[in-house]
């Protein structure tokens, strides 16, 4: 891609964000969550009706009577956009890759929080953190993330969301929302291999949603839920280099072909059930921008019930 061309993707992007946002409504979910994140503000007395998972041992023990620590809501908030660009994310039965569609919701969204003053930070990752863009505010930052989301070139073809995600644990300062974005085909669910490190992605997922606000845009091509009847298809794993030769005129090929894909789909839910991760399910092939509205509306509507 020239210099010519990626200002004028950037420049398509950036105007098709804002007209979702202006026209849907996105960032209109993300007042919600303001306040939910909280600063030290100051020590005082213990007080009767007091949250006593607010008391300060160390300070009480030293006083010999308790002592509280409380806290002022935060008046920003920090999203965080953790985007796979691992050699999966570059496929696209239709016509625009999967990497494409996650730069279309991630500046949708990117755009929407810089509309609620809020800040963002990008986290570009594959088997391995690729790129992070510390969170700012402003229309040159929001310009800079959306060239990266477009143009950036991984080093690694392989996905590792743990990696990612104990990366963003560790270099967050407080409680930010963070949306990772992946097709989830490598890393997570009973089929896939393990992180090398001492955590599997699950497990991971659930201590991030413990510290932050995860919520997790699954992101998916028609191609892969669907095999067409087009005769002798070889297919190669993007990640792996393993190559695959189906007859897809055998209807018995396409359907397990179907079959496998939904099974897999099912481990995936139930993995994020038990790690209590908000998942949002999308096709390359659909608009997003309502289903994404409508998804936050509920949530908003679940968390004030």
């Known amino acids: 891609m020239t210099l010519a061309e990626l200002l004028e993707s950037v420049r398509r992007v ?27 503000e100051e020590l005082r007395e213990y007080m009767p009706g007091d949250d006593v998972r607010t008391i300060d041992w160390n300070v009480t023990n030293r006083m010999g009577r308790p002592f509280v620590k409380r806290y002022r809501e935060e008046r920003e908030m920090t999203v965080v956009l953790a985007v796979d660009v691992s050699a999966s994310s570059a496929f696209g039965s239709q016509q625009r890759s999967k990497r494409e569609f996650a730069a279309e919701i991630a500046g949708t969204l990117a755009v929407s929080a810089a509309r609620s003053s809020d800040k963002v930070a990008l986290l570009l990752f594959s088997e391995t953190v690729e790129l992070f863009v510390p969170a700012r505010k402003g229309r040159r930052h929001i310009l800079r993330i959306l060239r990266e989301l477009l143009a950036f070139q991984p080093r ?18 407080r409680r930010s929302m963070v949306f990772l974005l992946t097709d989830f085909l490598h890393s997570v669910g009973p089929e896939a291999a393990r992180s090398s490190g001492p955590r599997d992605a699950i497990q991971e997922l659930g201590l991030t949603n413990a510290h932050h606000d995860l919520v997790c845009l699954h992101l998916h091509d028609p191609r892969e839920n669907v095999l067409p009847a087009a005769g002798l298809l070889g297919i190669e794993d993007a990640e792996t280099g393993e190559l695959l030769e189906l007859d897809s005129n055998r209807a018995a090929v396409r359907e397990k072909f179907a079959r496998i894909n939904s099974e897999r789909l099912a481990g995936l839910d139930r993995a994020f059930n038990r790690a209590g991760v908000d998942t949002l399910r999308f096709s ?13 509306e509920t ?7």
Not at 29 to 34: D, G
Not at 163 to 173: E, G, M
């Open 14 to 40: 950036e105007a098709r964000t804002n007209r979702l946002v202006n026209d849907m409504m996105v960032g209109a979910y993300l007042s919600h969550f303001k306040g939910r994140g909280m600063d030290f």
């Open 284 to 296: 390359s092939a659909e608009p997003f921008a309502q289903k994404l509205q409508h998804f936050f």
């Open 156 to 173: 690694r073809p392989g996905t590792d969301i743990t990696a990612a995600l104990t990366f963003l644990n560790h270099v967050l300062p």
């Open 299 to 305: 949530r908003r509507g679940r968390r004030r019930g």
